[in-house]
């Protein structure tokens, strides 16, 4: 679990403040503490010895006395070292600068307390010339070696805080020297003088030991900081390394694996033993939500999808957002998990739930599912994604599970991409034509070119399957390229042959016209062969009106050029009438769908109809494609349409046979205008 980042690290706050005075100064009491519990039971048995030679020497009262003042500062010396050390407790509760402010005028206190007894204790021994007559008595050596033995150990067990040794050495050593130089004498003097000298050198020896003890102090306590401060920054360097391998593999939105973590923890699960399945999904109508409620509104429902992902699937199985509104999980087929489309089922049923914070919207997903074993990820996922296609295909809300058919299919388009480039490399695409009639079938209005390409090992490929492949393998311009071409060469033929007012159409994709400058390309091939733009007609699906940039732009070029524009499959895609206006429409070709069991169906007539008036209105000619029958013509010859293509009048066919089949077609009026001469004949 990542850290938060307001969280306290351990020693944070004790390296946080670089003055370590409080702690050295704890340490000195802490030593202190030590020292004089050892020396005290050393000065009481030397004190009740003075007292021993005192009453033997005649001081009774002045012995005892002496001892009961001894006794009684030792003892408060003994209480004071056994009370609680400062900042053991009592300051937890206060806020952290002033609890370390009262900490150290707690351990500033116990330190004065320390000294003042020890000045008190060395009073007591100043003392002792009442019981040596000023030190002139038989007894004085004595007591000498008493006081330079106990000043010395003072010294020697004070080392840490050295204030408490002098206060405490200072007393008897000058009650000494000042009552040897009172007494007179040359030796007395000079022995005086030594006392002096011993005090002085006592007290340097106690100033040089104390700043010993705290440059020691001083040292630990700054490596145990640095060692604090090198924790924090290891402590901190792995919570960043962690985030950032967290985010590395995770979707900032959702929180779920992206597609790195996705196929990172899949590879790490999938063995050739198992079979596991990949199911790979996005969202139907995802897009309108963007559109309609903005991009935060879009943000909101990802991760409300995310959300209903997580809480019902088992934590064992692995859910992955990919990138934009496509997910995936990954799963071990053992166990207890029932089949793929159960689980399938239910995802969907659970994505299709509304959202309550939109009400209007409606999200469905389509579910492709790969169960394989022995695969990679990768190839898994190439599956699951052609699943996954053919799930969209039919409709909302379905799922797919990989099969033959599918991958017959895949296989399909993987010879087919790698052996695109070399088609056209050695022209091995052809373009056929389907003519486009009018008046019933007898005029001729021009043709249709239509890509086409037999592959050396799956036959006749779907057009719509090569413009897609050709816009994933950077093919589309040379693709577009070779079709402008031998429609460029059809004009000049049928030029030749006196139908100069025959146009040719040329399909042009919506990923064409976002990929390639078309009308660039398109007019330039014009000029260089003196082409009349009327004789050329672009084919756009209604999916390319929509804004795409630099579509429109391009379209609107062609068009003040002069070049036709025609909306095909109009019906069964996104167009707007603004659309349709603003790029001066020329013809709209209804879909085939529309125009199939047309006589049966009144609806469809209806909408045909509708098509044709809303073409009178906005200057369009309306074109019925895809007419395969008798009835059909006669049906739409009734509704008004005049425009017409399908296999009832020709199938699309090469050019020699395109060119023999307008010969043949001309004949053919011909000799019915002889039959009906009141037939016109085109």
């Not at 006592?202 to 401060?229: C, I, Q, Y």
């Not at 070119?449 to 036959?459: D, E, I, Q, V």
């Not at 795409?548 to 036709?564: D, K």
């Amino acid at each position: 679990m990542l850290v938060s980042n307001s969280a306290r690290l351990p020693h944070e706050a004790a390296v946080s403040a670089p003055d370590h005075s409080t702690d050295v100064r704890r340490d000195q009491l802490s030593a202190i503490r030590r020292t004089v519990l050892i020396s005290i039971p050393v000065n009481m048995i030397l004190g009740f010895t003075i007292t021993l030679v005192a009453v033997h020497s005649g001081h009774v009262a002045d012995g005892l006395a002496w001892l009961l003042l001894s006794t009684i500062v030792n003892a408060s010396r003994i209480i004071l070292c056994r009370a609680d050390l400062p900042g053991s407790g009592g300051y937890r509760e206060e806020p952290p600068r002033r609890r370390s402010g009262l900490i150290a005028r707690s351990i500033g206190g116990h330190l004065r307390l320390h000294w003042l007894l020890a000045l008190v204790s060395g009073g007591v021994w100043a003392l002792i010339p009442l019981l040596c007559d000023g030190y002139t008595a038989p007894e004085t050596i004595f007591y000498l070696v008493v006081v330079c033995g106990i000043t010395a150990g003072a010294v020697t067990h004070g080392f840490a805080y050295a204030s408490i040794p002098i206060c405490f050495i200072t007393p008897p050593l000058l009650s000494v020297a000042g009552c040897l130089f009172y007494a007179g004498g040359f030796e007395r003097t000079c022995l005086a003088a030594t006392v002096v000298l011993y005090l002085v050198a006592l007290v340097r020896a106690a100033k040089e030991s104390e700043a010993m003890v705290r440059d020691a102090s001083r040292l630990k306590h700054e490596a145990t900081a640095m060692a604090g401060s090198i924790e924090v920054a290891r402590a901190r360097a792995d919570r960043s390394a962690q985030e950032m391998g967290h985010r590395a593999v995770h979707d900032g939105l959702t929180g779920l694996l992206n597609r790195s973590g996705f196929l990172e923890q899949a590879r790490a699960r999938i063995s050739s033993a198992s079979p596991f399945c990949l199911m790979l999904f996005d969202l139907d109508g995802f897009k309108s939500v963007n559109d309609a409620l903005g991009h935060t509104a879009g943000d909101s429902v990802l991760a409300e999808v995310a959300r209903r992902l997580r809480s019902c699937l088992n934590d064992d199985i692995v859910v992955g957002r990919l990138g934009g509104d496509e997910f995936a999980i990954f799963y071990g087929c053992s166990g207890d998990m029932g089949p793929p489309s159960s689980l399938a089922s239910e995802l969907i049923a659970t994505i299709a739930i509304p959202f309550t914070a939109f009400e209007a919207v409606r999200v469905g997903t389509s579910v492709g599912i790969c169960v394989a074993s022995g695969l990679d990820i990768s190839e898994m996922l190439v599956r699951a994604d052609a699943a996954l296609y053919a799930a969209k295909n039919k409709g909302r809300n379905r799922y797919v599970i990989f099969d033959d058919d599918l991958r017959s299919a895949l296989e399909m388009r993987r010879d087919v991409e790698r052996d695109l480039a070399r088609a056209l490399g050695h022209d091995a695409l052809e373009v056929w034509y389907q003519p486009i009639v009018s008046n019933g079938g007898r005029t001729l209005r021009g043709f249709e070119a239509l890509l086409r390409w037999k592959h050396p090992r799956h036959g006749w490929i779907p057009p719509a399957e090569l413009v897609n492949l050709a816009a994933l393998t950077g093919l589309s311009e040379p693709l577009m390229r070779f079709v402008l071409k031998d429609a460029c060469g059809m004009i000049q033929t049928l030029r030749v042959l006196g139908l100069a007012d025959l146009r040719i159409a040329m399909n042009v994709s919506p990923r064409e016209l976002a990929q390639v400058p078309v009308d660039e390309v398109v007019l330039a091939k014009l000029r260089r062969l003196d082409i009349p733009p009327s004789n050329l007609e672009i084919e756009i699906t209604e999916e390319a009106t929509a804004n795409r940039p630099g579509v429109r732009e391009r379209l609107s070029a062609l068009s003040a050029a002069g070049v036709h524009i025609t909306i095909d499959d109009f019906g069964v895609g996104y167009s707007s009438l603004g659309s349709l206006q603003t790029l001066r429409v020329d013809r709209v070709k209804v879909d085939r769908s529309f125009v199939s069991g047309i006589s049966d169906s009144k609806s469809a007539q209806i909408l045909l109809r509708a098509v044709l008036n809303l073409g009178s209105v906005m200057g369009f000619e309306a074109l019925a494609e895809g007419v395969e029958t008798a009835e059909e013509l006669e049906t739409l010859k009734e509704l008004g349409y005049q425009a017409m293509q399908g296999y009832h009048f020709a199938r699309p066919m090469p050019p020699r046979e395109a060119i023999a089949w307008i010969h043949t077609f001309q004949s053919r009026l011909a000799a019915e205008a002889v039959l009906h001469p009141g037939h016109p004949v085109r």
